[in-house]
């Protein structure tokens, strides 16, 4: 079809922001999430006095630690301070 054309995921990517067509749905918003903010918040709280383990969060908020690891170190949940 003509509207196709060749490119990499980049150029797929790029294209796709470029027509407005980027769909974010960013922390509790997405379907997909299993955490909410006040539990994000207060991970990131605990982590930051250096008084609690990450088991220890992680017990707290219910995060699993993969998960928790990744809010930490701002992979995720970037859009909370």
């Known amino acids: ?10 150029d797929n990517t790029q294209d796709m922001i470029k027509k407005g067509r980027k769909v974010t749905c960013p922390g509790e918003s997405n379907p997909a999430s ?5 539990d994000v918040k207060r991970a990131r709280e605990m982590f930051a006095s250096g008084n609690y383990t990450r088991d220890e969060i992680s017990a707290a908020t219910g995060i699993k630690k993969a998960n928790l690891y990744r809010i930490l170190t701002g992979q995720t949940w970037k859009h909370i301070a």
């Open 34 to 38: 299993k955490h909410k903010e006040d």
């Open 1 to 10: 079809p003509d509207h196709l054309f060749l490119g990499t995921s980049k």
